[in-house]
């Protein structure tokens, strides 16, 4: 049963929120090296994307694989074989000899860094119900928050002493103190009373279940859109601020790692309220500041404002991410008892897969047009909100939370 009434101890944060990390670990930490990576292997900016699509549609289906399979086999096996996986796949890309091999290499570690993502999602639901839990996912984001604040910066860094090559190496050693750690210190949070039988058909009739159910579907739709916005915001950031304005890879880690520290700082802030007024309310005040700044990000890229306009519209995105991001999978995980694991997958599946197929759009104009980046951000951060708005269960008031 979830543990309402205790807190999370120290040592369940750090862990959950390390594992959590693999998404933006896997595709934060090369991003600076993104365009030299791309003209070494002789490839288009947009083929030189797909490695980031590949790593993003990897961990969407890794998550749908292991989020399930967690839910018949308990949380700790598919955990630890995915830990093992993904350190031998990131050593594999270290030594990717064309793009084509490096962006199968990506998909592969995706998958299987899936896994961490979507179980640590669902442990927390089995240990925390309502405000508790999304206080935890708000910590988690604190936790999380600080790989794509140093992801980047140590991204950066290697590629002065070392190529692009040298990241990969450097992510596969991050997962053999996770998976140590794992074995050690984290137990089975899904008692064999607790599990799902029935295999594939019972998985595809919760899926539809899930589709189709009002207190969930709206909540995970614009959360995968407004995540969506964010993505783009990865993809093509390197290329805008290297290419168009000029900004070094280390220059573009430093502004990262800001954009980065108000995601953390706003989504500790969320947690400290979400009891008070309610995670579905907060994910809607989110949504809003997402929609305005994803437009205020279209209307600089059209109007070529400027670096210094720009670099404060994607602040203001990721900033508000930080609301998103906890109270959206709190809001949507909320009534999912009993199939949390396929829920997270879910969730994690519109979230990632999304940002797979954005990715390479932001790039169709080549390394020197930030346009495409502008757009994808508006229409994603807009739909998210109007999602929201049109098809969410209604919620009364703050004090009156949904």
């Known amino acids: 049963?979830?543990?309402?009434?205790?807190?999370?101890?120290?040592?369940?944060?750090?862990?959950?929120?390390?594992l959590t990390a693999f998404g933006p670990l896997s595709t934060d930490m090369y991003l600076p090296g993104l365009p030299s990576l791309t003209r070494q292997l002789g490839a288009s900016t947009s083929t030189g994307q797909l490695t980031l699509t590949g790593c993003l549609l990897g961990i969407a289906l890794g998550q749908l694989i292991a989020g399930p399979m967690s839910d018949s086999l308990g949380r700790r096996r598919p955990l630890i074989g995915g830990l093992v996986g993904y350190v031998a796949?990131?050593?594999?890309?270290?030594?990717?000899?064309?793009?084509?091999?490096?962006?199968?290499?990506?998909?592969?570690?995706?998958i299987l860094g899936g896994a961490g993502v979507v179980i640590a999602?669902?442990?927390?639901?089995?240990?925390?119900?309502?405000?508790?839990?999304?206080?935890?996912?708000?910590?988690?984001?604190?936790?999380?928050?600080?790989?794509?604040i140093f992801a980047p910066l140590i991204g950066g860094q290697v590629l002065a002493i070392t190529s692009w090559r040298g990241i990969f190496v450097i992510l596969g050693a991050i997962?053999?103190?996770?998976?140590?750690?794992?074995?050690?210190?984290?137990?089975e949070t899904l008692?064999?009373?607790?599990?799902r039988r029935g295999g594939l058909p019972a998985t595809i009739r919760t899926f539809g279940r899930l589709?189709?159910?009002?207190?969930?579907?709206?909540?995970?739709?614009?959360?995968?859109?407004?995540?969506?916005?964010?993505?783009?915001?990865?993809?093509?950031?390197?290329f805008v601020l290297e290419d168009v304005y000029g900004v070094s890879p280390q220059v573009f880690g430093l502004v990262f790692a800001v954009n980065s520290a108000g995601l953390i700082s706003v989504s500790q802030i969320g947690g400290r309220v979400v009891a008070r007024v309610g995670a579905p309310y907060l994910f809607r005040r989110g949504l809003i500041g997402t929609g305005i700044a994803a437009s205020a990000t279209l209307v600089f890229t059209v109007a070529h404002a400027g670096l210094v306009p720009l670099i404060a519209a994607l602040f203001v995105l990721l900033t508000c991410n930080g609301i998103v991001l906890p109270n959206g999978a709190a809001s949507a995980m909320a009534g999912q008892r009993g199939a949390l694991g396929s829920a997270s997958a879910l969730l994690g599946l519109g979230q990632f897969g999304l940002g797979a197929l954005i990715a390479p759009l932001v790039g169709i104009g080549g390394p020197h047009d930030a346009l495409p980046m502008g757009l994808v951000i508006g229409i994603c951060g807009l739909a998210a909100l109007a999602v929201n708005l049109i098809l969410s269960p209604r919620i009364a008031s703050a004090s009156a939370p949904a």
């Open 175 to 187: 997962g053999v103190p996770l998976l140590l750690a794992t074995i050690l210190w984290l137990p």
């Open 121 to 148: 999602r669902a442990i927390v639901r089995d240990l925390f119900a309502g405000a508790m839990a999304a206080k935890v996912f708000a910590t988690l984001m604190a936790v999380m928050g600080v790989a794509p």
């Open 89 to 110: 796949a990131s050593l594999a890309c270290a030594f990717a000899p064309s793009i084509w091999a490096l962006i199968v290499l990506r998909l592969i570690q995706g």
């Open 211 to 238: 589709i189709s159910d009002r207190s969930y579907a709206p909540y995970a739709l614009s959360f995968a859109l407004a995540t969506a916005a964010m993505f783009a915001y990865i993809a093509g950031s390197s």
């Open 1 to 18: 049963m979830p543990a309402e009434a205790r807190g999370p101890t120290k040592g369940q944060i750090a862990l959950l929120g390390s």
């Open 191 to 195: 008692p064999p009373h607790d599990r």
